[in-house]
């Protein structure tokens, strides 16, 4: 009978420990949970809360809370009457500045006590860099899938007028200037974004494309013969043709060639005889 007594109580102690969650304190302590398993009210629920007294500046806030709860808890509480994010606020308590993992009632925090919360400078201007780099890199992937999409459709064009040329087809020059300038634009844009990371290649990417389009409307401008006509560019020829002289006292009058010249002369003068053999005297 006493084995069977000590046997039932022993189970009985296994089941009231199986429905106890433990907690390691932040001093190392094997402790039970704060908050009861499910069905169960949780021991954090059975403590009355505590008033405590938080000074911001000169103004004080009494904020209500477990005192089993955490300084950081106790931060998020204060975030709307102290108009400042988690993040950015320091608790201090009996001259010591209290992490945000640490306990009320660990630290000794009691009904009434007073806290000093400080604006944590540092702690803002980080967060506000974080969220400035989270701003330009959501606006930079915006920026990209523009670009992207303005891209694939313009790709489109080039192909079009490409296909439109080899087979014999004639394309509008004034069109290519246009569709070469909306790319040069394109690829001014992506030259001045900064970003790193997956964006950057991203980027490097579409200028990559971009060129290759602008290349190919370059090789469309010169056509192997191309018309001359007002819309096409006349085809340019590297000779020269050999300028006529003409007399500087009367720009009316063109100058005539040597021989011409002396033709002219001969039969002004009939009686001048012109010959073009010449003497040697010693």
Same mark, same amino acid.
């Given at each position: 009978?006493?084995?069977?007594?000590?046997?039932?109580?022993?189970g009985?102690d296994d089941e009231?420990?199986?429905?106890?969650?433990?907690?390691?304190?932040?001093g190392?302590?094997?402790v039970?949970?704060r908050?009861?398993?499910?069905?169960?009210?949780?021991i954090?629920?059975?403590?009355?809360?505590?008033?405590?007294?938080?000074?911001y500046?000169?103004?004080?806030?009494e904020?209500?809370?477990?005192?089993?709860?955490?300084?950081?808890?106790?931060?998020?509480?204060?975030?709307e009457?102290?108009g400042?994010?988690?993040?950015?606020?320091?608790?201090?308590?009996?001259?010591?500045?209290r992490s945000?993992?640490?306990?009320?009632?660990?630290?000794?925090?009691?009904?009434?006590?007073k806290?000093?919360?400080?604006?944590?400078?540092?702690?803002?201007e980080?967060?506000?860099?974080?969220? *400035? /780099?989270?701003?330009?890199?959501?606006?930079?992937? +915006?920026?990209l899938?523009? %670009?992207?999409?303005?891209? &694939? @459709? !313009?790709?489109?064009?080039?192909?079009?007028?490409?296909?439109?040329?080899d087979e014999?087809?004639?394309?509008?020059?004034r069109?290519?200037?246009? *569709? /070469?300038?909306?790319?040069?634009?394109?690829?001014? +844009?992506?030259?001045?974004? %900064?970003?790193?990371?997956? &964006? @950057? !290649?991203?980027?490097?990417?579409?200028?990559?494309?971009?060129?290759?389009?602008?290349?190919?409307?370059?090789?469309?401008?010169?056509?192997?013969?191309?018309?001359?006509?007002?819309?096409?560019?006349?085809q340019?020829?590297?000779?020269r043709?050999?300028?006529?002289p003409?007399?500087?006292?009367?720009?009316?009058?063109?100058?005539?060639?040597?021989?011409?010249?002396?033709q002219?002369?001969?039969?002004?003068?009939?009686?001048?005889?012109?010959?073009?053999?010449w003497?040697t005297?010693?």
């Open positions: 009978m006493m084995s069977s007594s000590l046997g039932l109580g022993s009985r009231i420990r199986g429905s106890e969650v433990w907690e390691v304190r932040p190392g302590m094997l039970q949970s908050s009861g398993g499910s069905g169960v009210t949780g954090r629920d059975q403590v009355p809360p505590i008033r405590v007294r938080v000074k500046g000169s103004a004080y806030h904020v209500s809370i477990n005192p089993r709860a955490s300084f950081g808890e106790l931060k998020k509480m204060l975030m009457p102290s400042l994010h988690h993040e950015e606020q320091k608790l201090i308590y009996k001259k010591r500045e945000s993992r640490q306990y009320l009632d660990v630290a000794g925090v009691k009904n009434r006590s806290v000093e919360l400080v604006e944590d400078v540092a702690s803002r980080r967060r506000s860099l974080e969220m *400035l /780099t989270t701003a330009r890199r959501e606006k930079a992937a +915006k920026s899938a523009e %670009i992207d999409s303005k891209v &694939q @459709k !313009l790709s489109q064009q080039v192909l079009t007028m490409r296909a439109k040329a014999g087809g004639e394309v509008e020059i069109e290519v200037d246009n *569709l /070469t300038a909306i790319l040069m634009t394109i690829l001014v +844009k992506l030259d001045g974004m %900064i970003i790193g990371g997956d &964006q @950057k !290649l991203m980027k490097n990417k579409q200028e990559k494309k971009v060129r290759e389009l602008v290349e190919t409307l370059d090789k469309l401008k010169l056509p192997a013969n191309p018309p001359n006509d007002g819309n096409r560019r006349p340019m020829t590297s000779s043709k050999a300028a006529t003409v007399d500087v006292k009367n720009k009316n009058k063109i100058i005539p060639p040597p021989q011409q010249r002396q002219q002369q001969t039969r002004n003068n009939p009686g001048a005889v012109t010959t073009t053999k003497e005297f010693e």
